[in-house]
């Protein structure tokens, strides 16, 4: 609230200005990060006051929007209703979470012909607060799954530049890693290898789901099974409906999508072709393809099928377009 105070003017009107509006907190994708460390033990983020009006019709200031950077691919959530607000997939999608409020009037717009001296003013609105979770799925255009020790990580190094941790005992690796796969012909795809699940990782068992997430994302599964595994491990149909069966309970819609199966560890075989693949094959009633990541024998074969099926899949559905409707 503010009056014209000037010199040989006796009779100033009301010159109180408007206050500024709050900024808002804006959640943005950034491809320059990686993971959501950088929120751990941060927990609240808070935008700009707006400033409060001045004399002499000044209104104030809008506050900063408070830009939050998330890698690209983290899902946002409410935390109270678990709505899904937006699923920023590209570098640059952003979603507003809080809206600042709205400045507060000054006392000038309560002027009127028979109010000239108005002494009213509104001193705003608060802005929104909400609770929110963040969830981070791996954008790739093929998932490897399989059981542990199945040579999922050898397969990453082998067909890109990544270097996964490698050993000769299971659960080597504890984090998703991605590759990217170079073809001639200015041909690239991105590959996760999905660390080794486990019978009912549905329900969270081992790592279980925080795992199984990541796949949903992939446009084509690559299934990659041990021809030949140690004494006491599942057999290579075992295997295969193993995994099968946590896919198809986990999520309908993820055990639909596109697959290739891939027997592995044919430098065991005296050949190409040994009665086991075969045998394979008969069994679980799909086409099995034979490799050996460790010499690279077939390797370079499923590098190019793997973007023949992703070509024939087509693009990866926005799920932000129902959102948006």
């Known amino acids: 609230m503010s009056f014209r105070r000037e010199k040989y003017v006796p009779k100033g009107g009301p010159d109180g200005g408007d206050g500024g509006d709050g900024g808002s907190v804006i959640i943005v994708a950034d491809s320059n990060m990686a993971t959501l460390v950088d929120f751990t033990g941060h927990h609240h983020w808070t935008a700009e006051n707006g400033r409060p009006g001045e004399g002499a019709n000044r209104s104030g200031k809008k506050g900063a929007d408070q830009i939050v950077r998330v890698p690209a691919g983290t899902l946002v959530l409410d935390r109270d209703s678990g709505a899904l607000l937006r699923d920023l997939t590209l570098d640059g999608d952003e ?5 600042g409020g709205r400045g507060g009037r000054g006392n000038t717009r309560f002027a009127t012909a028979t109010h000239q001296t108005p002494r009213e003013f509104d001193v705003g609105e608060p802005g929104e607060e909400r609770w929110l979770r963040l969830e981070l ?7 490897v799954v399989g059981l542990p020790n199945a040579g999922k990580s050898t397969f990453l190094s082998r067909v890109s530049k990544a270097k996964p941790k490698i050993a000769d005992y299971p659960f080597t690796t504890l984090v ?18 999905v660390p080794g699940l486990v019978e009912g990782a549905h329900e969270g068992i081992g790592l279980g789901d925080q795992f ?11 299934h990659l099974i041990d021809l030949f595994p140690m004494e006491g491990s599942p057999s290579p149909e075992e295997a295969y409906r193993t995994i099968r069966r946590e896919l198809e309970q986990y999520s309908p819609k993820l055990a639909s999508k596109p697959e290739i199966v891939v027997a592995n560890k044919l430098d065991l075989a005296g050949n190409d072709n040994p009665p086991e693949l ?19 024998r077939g390797v370079e074969r499923i590098a190019n099928v793997l973007w023949d099926m992703l070509e024939a899949a087509g693009e990866r559905p926005d799920i932000n377009d129902d959102l948006d409707d």
Do not use: Q, W
């Open 278 to 296: 075969a045998a394979l094959a008969e069994a679980i009633g799909v086409k099995v393809l034979g490799i050996s990541a460790v010499s690279g």
């Open 176 to 193: 998703p890693n991605l590759g990217i796969v170079d073809l001639p012909g200015f041909r690239r795809y991105v590959v996760a290898d």
């Open 95 to 99: 979603v507003c979470v809080a809206r």
């Open 137 to 143: 799925k791996l954008i790739a255009d093929v998932g």
């Open 212 to 222: 199984l997430r990541h796949v949903e994302r992939t446009r084509v599964i690559m």
